[in-house]
């Protein structure tokens, strides 16, 4: 055998897994599956179809996912850049399913970096609600707003705080959480052998406090009627069947909705729960819901080893009234606000966390009137749509923002929203993600490359184009001068400036073709 497993795990699975055992080690001499997942923000089924260059075969378990073959590099082409698809494990892409976004949800993403999870939240949600997407790692949170940002993402807000400081603020706030939870990642030996090489026995124990924690954090912040998937990547029951036992003993208003056995999902085992920490059998009623959770395993589907759990709140509305006024909810909290409006904006107060705050922006003191006028400008002028959303202002950066700056005080913010452009002395720069969200309908100028010629790789690499003067398209009584939108075959890739044949490249430096 190629992975050198840890001889403990090994013979916990074996007694847990009996005469399963030996399908379930044979599969670590399997290769390991690769896969991409379409990013329905951007492209529709049959465009993917039509343009994606590989050989697709579908994952059972996610109507937007496929398997490709794992030596192409699906990273190197053009289409990644324009956030056409996700690179992602199959097995990771069940959780965001089973959680049943709907148009107009409020999501959270409690455990989110480096974002899979979330881009295929946002493409359910198709623009409409609001997703809060978090990591406590500070670090880790640079992947995860890059990738929302990548993928065209324009109602995302970006935390780096703990899930019991977000309860504080969002009680009973959300319809639909997930908890993608950190675990000892026994399912992730096949994929990443350093997991093996790493893994101690003991995680398991450290990794199930964390969750417990994580867990009763989510059910303050759930709505009534709402539903919380919990998945792990980890076989060990004391993560999986027993955390959730545990959950449904503490939080009696919370069912387990079954999972459905057409898509390669095993059930729970329920077998496998041992005893309560104080010695109890786990309730017969508590048991039976475990089986109703699923498992994905090595040796029985064509993905990685995965856990998942889905939760809802049954109780009625009646008890979390008083809750919801001690924070003062309305419908306000989640705003429409059109660049093309003409109503005045709000004052704009000052957070103590400068949130959001990017690479070249203005930390003095600035009129936050002249910003917004600024912006406002800046979308009349080189934009064919309105766009939605708050305006908040940290320094000169504007963000379009599904919440209400009041909402966001006092959390620690990387993002509070779409992020636009920053005002610089009288001029608004857009931002790249506000071209990398746009369709190119939206622009008033656009230089379309096509994916199979040089070009598109060159503008990646941020060089300077050739470009005949008309290649550019432009809306009615708009001239060259401006910014243009380049795209590929259709799809954003980025800002830039035309002038005398020369195609100025604003593609940022951190982003580009390596």
């Known amino acids: 055998m190629a992975i050198q497993l840890p001889i403990v795990f090994v013979e916990r699975m074996r007694e847990l897994l009996g005469e399963e055992f030996a399908a379930f080690l044979a599969s670590y001499e399997e290769p390991r599956y690769a896969g991409i997942r379409m990013n329905a923000l951007k492209i529709g089924e049959a465009a993917f179809r039509e343009w994606?260059?590989?050989?697709?075969?579908?994952?059972?378990?996610?109507?937007?996912?496929?398997?490709?073959?794992?030596?192409?590099?699906?990273?190197?082409?053009?289409?990644?850049?324009?956030?056409?698809?996700?690179?992602?494990?199959?097995?990771?892409?069940?959780?965001?399913?089973?959680?049943?976004?709907?148009?107009?949800?409020?999501?959270?993403?409690?455990?989110?970096?480096?974002?899979?999870?979330?881009?295929?939240?946002?493409?359910?949600?198709?623009?409409?609600?609001?997703?809060?997407?978090?990591?406590?790692?500070a670090e880790r949170t640079k992947a995860l707003a890059k990738n929302i940002e990548l993928s065209g993402v324009r109602n995302a807000v970006v935390l780096n705080e703990s899930p019991e400081r977000i309860a504080k603020f969002f009680p009973h706030f959300f319809d639909k959480i997930l908890i993608d939870a950190p675990c000892s990642g026994e399912g992730m030996f096949r994929k990443d052998e350093d997991m093996a090489r790493l893994w101690e026995p003991d995680w398991t124990l450290k990794y199930a406090g964390m969750q417990r924690e994580i867990l009763s954090s989510a059910a303050a912040m759930l709505a009534p009627g709402g539903r919380i998937v919990y998945s792990t990547c980890t076989f060990a029951p004391e993560e999986n069947e027993m955390m959730i036992a545990e959950f449904l003993l503490s939080h009696p208003e919370f069912q387990v909705i079954p999972l459905a056995r057409d898509s390669g999902i095993a059930p729970g085992r329920p077998d496998w729960l041992g005893r309560q920490e104080n010695g109890q059998a786990f309730p017969l009623d508590v048991a039976r819901q475990t089986a109703g959770c699923g498992r994905l395993w090595p040796h029985q589907a064509a993905g990685e080893g995965h856990f998942f759990a889905v939760l809802e709140r049954i109780e009625g509305r009646e008890r979390l009234i008083k809750a919801e006024k001690t924070i003062n909810i309305t419908e306000e909290d989640e705003v429409q606000t059109s660049t093309r409006g003409r109503r005045t904006p709000r004052p704009v107060r000052r957070s103590r966390h400068a949130a959001g705050a990017q690479d070249g922006s203005d930390r003095h003191q600035v009129n936050e009137q002249d910003v917004l006028e600024s912006w406002y400008g800046f979308a009349r002028e080189q934009l064919a749509a309105s766009l939605t959303g708050e305006p908040l202002l940290y320094g000169g950066n504007v963000y379009l923002s599904p919440l209400t700056k009041e909402r966001l005080n006092g959390l620690k913010v990387v993002r509070p929203g779409w992020y636009v452009g920053t005002a610089k002395s009288g001029r608004f720069i857009p931002g790249h993600p506000l071209a990398t969200a746009l369709r190119i309908e939206e622009a008033v100028r656009v230089l379309n490359l096509s994916g199979e010629a040089d070009e598109a790789v060159r503008y990646l690499k941020g060089e300077t184009l050739a470009v005949e003067a008309e290649r550019i398209q432009c809306r009615e009584g708009v001239g060259l001068k401006g910014y243009t939108l380049v795209a590929v075959d259709g799809y954003a890739l980025g800002w830039s400036k035309w002038q005398d044949g020369l195609l100025k490249n604003e593609y940022p430096a951190g982003w580009r073709w390596t």
């Open 52 to 137: 994606i260059p590989y050989e697709l075969r579908p994952i059972p378990w996610c109507e937007t996912g496929y398997y490709v073959d794992e030596g192409i590099k699906p990273g190197k082409h053009p289409y990644y850049h324009a956030g056409l698809y996700y690179i992602q494990e199959p097995s990771a892409m069940a959780p965001v399913e089973l959680l049943q976004v709907a148009s107009g949800d409020r999501v959270l993403d409690l455990c989110a970096a480096p974002g899979g999870k979330s881009t295929q939240i946002a493409g359910k949600l198709q623009g409409t609600g609001v997703l809060v997407t978090n990591d406590v790692h």
